[in-house]
């Protein structure tokens, strides 16, 4: 497959009173054409803002890209221009942001505000881009689109209007959509709704998608790969299979036990993960994830751990796969799912030291 | 490799240690500290708060300083430019402007303060009630303050003080009379928006009564707001005193306040500017002092703004 | 919308009624006979004066008279220019009142936007401090400290402009400036805020990830729904205006109705006083009604709603 995004061991850091925020602390990720990539983690992991510096949407100051590269068809995004970003937004890479009710502009009519899109990207005189964007809306399955383009945005519910945000995303077919948390303000049956939705587009288009969650439920439903941030880092990369069925990294672990399934509500257990996130003005000394795990090792708190393949997808960043780690058993709920794959190699490799 | 020279005690399990993660978070700061420490490092905001405790110093002991009395007059030393005698120079009934410049402060800053906690104190009354009883009630009171808010301010202040004569009581009254219908409306929008928040109705499930969740819950949530608005009250009826001087309006000589002293030295500017120099600087200091105080109180109770 | 203007209307109404009723009673109120301050009147001549402006009927009629007056547009007599109605003065003051303050608003509103969104655009950097600095300076100056300023500096020392009247285009400059000065720094103040907020607003984001220019995401997307604060402050801004214009007037000697308003009340003369009262709250009050009005025309939220939601 061919490879449309390529992050290299990104750091961005946000000023503020108390400090430098570290926000992301060297994030490395893939993302190849036509596969949706799930970014899952709590909020405060990072995520949003490793999705929102792929098309430099951060604000500058305070937040401040400090190391690595963000390449996207092989050019490097980070040192391009505002200028010259303006013909990457919108047009190569586009996205949907969480609350429908505040993405769109209030004060302009749907129609025109996709319309912009056209008008800029594609240089359509503005009556052809009338006329696209009431197709974009019917695409989008919006009932009536001939009146609904001369409609302001609150005229619309929660849903319509993140079909809006959908539409004026693809408007000028990007090679890359960046959907950051697009439902998790929407009712659950309209969930549903704007994920087939999403799907069925990404068919017609073979757009990749960035999909980012802290609802591993939506992951499932949506993903082919899942990357799994804590604290500003990427703990565990692996296929969908890999992540549900073959998870390594304890953090996974507590993220699938304390997603509630239909199996797992017989025996009403749900496991919380103790604790808070960390102050990343501070980022504590080893794996930041150490504090809050059962599992934690004594080195875990004084050495970052290294990366270890499982298979040719599946990375982990943990110390429990060093071979003279003692064997632990994952959590009860976790351990019924888990089944042997067979793309796993036969040992864990190191590949990369901390 | 360098893992491989790790000791096997490395790997011994050790499990959740929460108190770790407390203890790493940065202490959290309470909501007055954190407006406190953003409104210090307002630097214009300090220079306000550093410029009206000048202000108040010199309203307090300033009459005292040059040794002049603010109404004697003395003819013989009439219109006198700024001198070591005269440190602000004298006016056209040869008062000294320095210690009468004083006395005004003292005037239009106590004129401020008592319109600021009139109107607080009818404004968090009724505002409140309003907010908080909801209903009818609230129907009604706030529809008679709107009728009040229509009502331009400067045209009432001016016809009370026609009607009612010129000290400083009735000028009190006339700045009050409608002003305070602005403090109740944002006491009322703040009660209304505080008063359906968890922890509101949490203590009310506890039993707690309606007064006790007013001044343990929702007047110490409502401070910002309050203090920024009587904040720039304050400025609002400095001005407003200068206003009504100047349309004749004013306190009766031989009262001094800053508004009747730039009045009278209006007429005399081309010759002796520094009767209207020194109250009119001083007016415009404390409306400068009080608006960027108000800004920077603004600035640091708003938590949206911070980051 | 028909039921939002409807409520609008009632309101203004209303608060027109209570202004109007409070001038009423309180000139009633005030301390002696409209002819008390001229020399003694013989009695027989006093009482023809009573009879002549109705005082000898009871003050309910009186009231009555005033206000079918007043909603037939008859602001009553001048006791003192015996010549002269309240009406009079309006149509030789009032049209050159409103040029001033036209002129006035025009500043204050293109300054004052273009103060603020400069400012907003560059948060935090030197033409943030500056238009601030400004703005401060502007709202902390009194109009008729202003107005003496720009009279010293720009008239009688420099002679750039005549020093007073109202006599040709240049005679209107200085007058409006003193008069524009602090409006203009409170519509920058609040362009600069309710840009910042709109800025910081998820749409502008998304309006910059379509990839449009920085001037278009501003133009567009940012401006429009920053100004509708500053539409709604036009009410507000055109009574500082009137009010304002009153000691502008005076300082400039120009003869608006600011000037006669002034007379009036430094010689007591009730009705005037009164009369223009009742005047100036009409225009107030029809100028922040139509402000509302705009404002509904240029937020289409408010329209289904009936009513403005939020902010």
Redesign the interface.
Known sequence: MEKLLEVKDLQISFQTYGGDVQAVRGVSFDVFKGETLAIVGESGSGKSVTAQSLMKLIPMPPGKIIGGQILFEGEDIVTKTEKEMEHIRGKEISMIFQDPMTSLNPTMRVGKQIAEVLIKHQNMPKADAKKRAVELLHQVGIPMPETRVKQYPHEFSGGMRQRVMIAIALAANPKLLIADEPTTALDVTIQAQILELMKKLQKQTNTSIIFITHDLGVVANVADRVAVMYAGKIVETGTVDEIFYDPRHPYTWGLLASMPSLESSDHGELAAIPGTPPDLTNPPQGDAFAPRNQYSLAIDFVKEPPIYQISETHFVRSWLLHPNAPKVEPPEIVKKRMRKLPSSFEQAILVKEA | ???DQ?R???????????????K???PSLSFWKDAM??FR?NK?AMLGVLLLALLIFMAIFGPYMSGYDYRTNDLTSKNLPPSAEHWFGTDELGRDVFTRTWEGARISIFIGLAAALIDLTIGVLWGGIAGYKGGRLDEVMM?TA???????????V???M??L?QSVGTMILAMTITGWVNMARIVRGQILLLKNQEYVLASRTLGATTPRIMARHLIPNAMGPILVTMTLTI?TAI?TE??LS????GLNPPLASWGTM??DG?PA??FY?WR?LFP?TF???T??AF??IG?GLRDALDPRLR? | MLKYIGRRLLFMLLSLWVIITATFFLMRMAPGNPFTSEKKLPPEIEANLNAFYGLDQPWYAQYWDYLVGIASWDFGPSFKYKSQTVNDLINSGFPVSLTLGIEALLIAVSFGVLLGVTAALFHNKWPDYGSMVIAVLGISVPSFIMATLLQYIFAMQLKIFPVALWESPMHTVLPALALAASPMAYIARLTRSSMLEVMSNDYIKTAKSKGLSRSAVTVKHAIRNAMLPVVSYLGPLSASVITGSVVIEQIFGIPGLGSHFVTSIQNRDYTVIMGITAFYSIILLVCVFLVDIAYGLIDPRIKLAGEKKGE
Not at chain 2, 8 to 22: A, C, P, R, S
Not at chain 2, 246 to 249: E, Q, R
Request: glycine residues 6%; negative net charge.
């Open positions: 490799m360098d893992t790790l096997k005690e490395d790997f011994e399990l050790v499990g959740v240690k929460i108190e770790e993660t407390e790493i978070s940065k420490y953003r490092k214009l529809r709107d009728v009040l808010y229509g009502i331009p301010y400067l045209l009432v001016i016809l009370l026609v009607v004569g400025p001005f200068a206003f100047f349309l004749g309006l730039a009045s209006l500017l081309r500017p209207l009119a007016i415009c200091l409306i400068f608006n960027v800004d980051k």
